[in-house]
């Protein structure tokens, strides 16, 4: 497993945006399908993106498609997501996941960060 660390949630207006980062630890993170899912209080977590081992292969939600952009560094070990024209709706705890398979289930992502809250004001 990797260890993950994300950073850069708080506190934004609709409308504005906010870029999470997530570093990896370990030699082998360009081996890992990469991702975020985010989970709002009283919900289940939720798929928001992933970006398969080398960028070229990116998934997001529908309800993210457009405003969210997920990219990666290999060299640098680390994931980000670009949120672009934030709803209140967004507002989440945001978890930066690893796992070998690009799916949208929670279960197929065997690393998890400790997660980042992010709170849209409306």
């Known amino acids: 497993q990797v260890q993950l660390d994300e950073s850069g949630g708080g506190l934004v207006q609709a409308g504005g945006s906010l870029r999470l980062s997530c570093v990896a630890s370990g030699r082998t993170f360009s081996s890992y399908v990469m991702g975020w899912f985010r989970q709002a209080p009283g919900e289940e977590r939720e798929f928001v993106a992933a970006?398969?081992?080398?960028?070229?292969?990116?998934y997001y939600a529908d309800s993210v498609k457009g405003r969210f952009t997920i990219s990666r560094d290999n060299a640098k070990n680390t994931v980000d997501l670009q949120m672009n024209s934030l709803k209140p709706e967004d507002t989440a705890v945001y978890y930066c996941?690893?796992?070998?398979?690009?799916?949208?289930?929670?279960?197929?992502?065997?690393?998890w960060g400790q997660g980042t809250q992010v709170t849209v004001s409306s």
């Open positions: 996941v690893a796992g070998f398979v690009a799916t949208t289930r929670p279960a197929d992502f065997g690393s």
């Open positions: 970006i398969n081992w080398s960028g070229g292969l990116r």
